[in-house]
């Protein structure tokens, strides 16, 4: 029972004791769909709101297809709820420690040195990692509420 040997799971422990198992295939889904969570703000910073492309007078505007804008409107509701969802299980986890949890839990590239001593992170390894487990977990079994 050990740990997962990819640098992408270090702190996950392969233990059903722990109150947070997963299986390794469940545990790196959560993972990976938590590292898409910049991808999902910059594909919503790109779509915007729809608002510049609504015309509130009579003259025809662009070529956009019939339905474009509420193909975007659906396009733009199914990322925010990807997002929606991260914050939400993330808020859940710690909500004072929320603002280093999300950059965290997040990204493959900030650790949990880079969050302790550079961004002053007021939280000890043990809680973090524990923390981080919970996050997967949660994030996992409410991926699975909503989308199965």
């Not at 990819?6 to 938590?34: C, V, W």
């Not at 009579?58 to 804008?69: E, M």
């Not at 973090?128 to 409410?142: A, I, P, T, V, W």
Request: charged content about 30%.
């Amino acid at each position: 029972m050990g740990m997962y040997s990819n640098r992408h799971s270090m702190g996950y422990q392969l233990s059903k004791g722990n109150g947070y198992y997963l299986s390794k295939a469940a545990f790196l889904e959560s993972l990976y769909f938590a590292y898409q969570y910049q991808e999902f703000l910059d594909e919503l910073e790109v779509i915007g709101d729809g608002s510049k492309g609504i015309s509130y007078d009579s003259q025809p505007h662009g070529d956009a297809k019939a339905g474009g804008l509420e193909d975007l409107a659906i396009r733009r509701a199914r990322i925010s709820s990807k997002v929606d969802l991260i914050e939400r299980v993330c808020r859940e986890v710690d909500p004072e420690l929320y603002p280093w949890l999300i950059k965290g839990f997040t990204s493959d590239e900030v650790g949990y040195d880079y969050l302790r001593y550079q961004l002053r992170m007021p939280c000890g390894r043990n809680q973090y990692y524990e923390k981080r487990r919970k996050f997967y977990f949660l994030l996992y079994r409410e991926k699975q509420k909503k989308w199965k």
